[in-house]
DNA sequence: CCCACCGCCATACCGGTGGTATGTTCGTGC
DNA sequence: GCACGAACATACCACCGGTATGGCGGTGGG
């Protein structure tokens, strides 16, 4: 049966994760030292030292934990009862929408590939947004809706280029304008590779 | 008159810049000293330490020297003599290359945004890679090659998805496949936003 | 109910690194 | 040829990631 020290024990990594999430995106990587993170947690380095092998899996959870919840919402757009096309509309808004949280832009999409490594920040990528994007587009082929790319790659643009546009919004003053030109910009694009056949 | 010693100076402070390059390729800004920047251009710290304020202004005069390259070789494909299409394309090509070079790809586009911040890099990008593809947008539009988009933001998604697929091309291990790949469905999506009356 | 055990966490300490202060050499201009 | 200062070298400090060790308390067997 669980015990109270598993409570405990789950209680204060998951508050440690919570720290690294904020310190990791208020002042980036390098610059937030364990003790910081410990700190606000109300634990010291031992602990954390006790729940992750280093500073680097330390980030990797926080990764995790911005991920997931990205994750969580694309999927269950994706999934929902619409046309494919009207659910890949709307997956696009909702994954511009959480590039735009300061969470998910520093710490997945700008600092993970340099921390974690690019080749493992792609490994991870694979089973998260990037992954659900490449699916999408491949249920857009599948249906018909698009004529056929090479899947992997033309994924990877849109991915490209949809996070240097989010960092862009979330930087600007303007970000309704500028996020509507952006999207503007965007269905333009895809509705040139649609299928004239399925047109609506 | 130019003394010896300005001789002297530049050249140390060259061999700086151009170990810092190599170091920050092969283990990245946060795994190499300053210590070994400088022994290997032969000098101590307090050399280093003479000639940039620190660790960071080192980053950005290696950063400047791969950029100042890529700038080069772009500009003079750009201002060429032919067509403001063909010179387009060339472009694209020359600058999906330049990506291929792991310095550029590591230092310009993967810790550049992390190191310097995201928005001293897009500033240093205006006055290269990035305001190059800009210029190239713009006349473009201005020769009526290309449908009237806004050129900010159509730009910002075209070098962003071009640094990420250029990234995938780079690591994987048929480099000339993938590239070709790319390059393919970039001219593909390019094509579709031509203007249809300057099809040739 | 008690006690031995061990997971959970704290404390103390080390090596390395960015940064600073100070010393030393040597070319340059008067 | 001499004083001056630029161009470096040396010595040192503060901080941080990582490790080793100590101790407290919940847990489970008897």
Redesign the interface.
């Known amino acids: 049966m669980r015990s109270r020290r598993d409570d405990y024990s789950e209680s204060t990594r998951a508050a440690l994760v919570k720290s690294a999430v904020r310190l990791f995106t208020e002042r980036?990587?390098?610059g937030t030292s364990l003790d910081e993170i410990a700190k606000r947690a109300r634990v010291t380095k031992g602990a954390l030292y006790h729940h992750f092998s280093g500073k680097q899996a330390v980030f990797e959870a926080a990764f995790d934990e911005v991920e997931s919840d990205v994750k969580g919402r694309l999927e269950k757009i994706l999934s929902g009862p619409e046309p494919p096309w009207d659910r890949a509309l709307n997956g696009l808004r909702e994954f511009i929408g959480s590039c735009l949280d300061p969470a998910y832009q520093r710490l997945a999409l700008?600092?993970a590939?340099?921390v974690m490594g690019?080749?493992r920040w792609?490994e991870a990528e694979d089973r998260y947004s990037f992954g659900l994007i490449k699916q999408a587009l491949q249920d857009l082929i599948d249906a018909g809706e698009v004529l056929a790319?090479?899947v992997e790659?033309?994924s990877?643009?849109?991915?490209?280029?949809?996070?240097?546009?989010a960092?862009?919004i979330a930087?600007s003053t303007d970000q309704r304008k500028?996020g509507d030109?952006?999207e503007?910009?965007?269905v333009?694009?895809l509705n040139?590779?649609r299928r004239p056949a399925a047109d609506a």
Chains 1, 2 share one sequence.
């Open positions: 980036g990587y390098a700008q600092e590939p340099v690019w080749a792609r790319v090479p790659v033309t990877r643009l849109l991915f490209g280029a949809l996070c240097s546009a960092t862009e930087h500028v030109e952006i503007d910009v965007v333009r694009l040139q590779v």
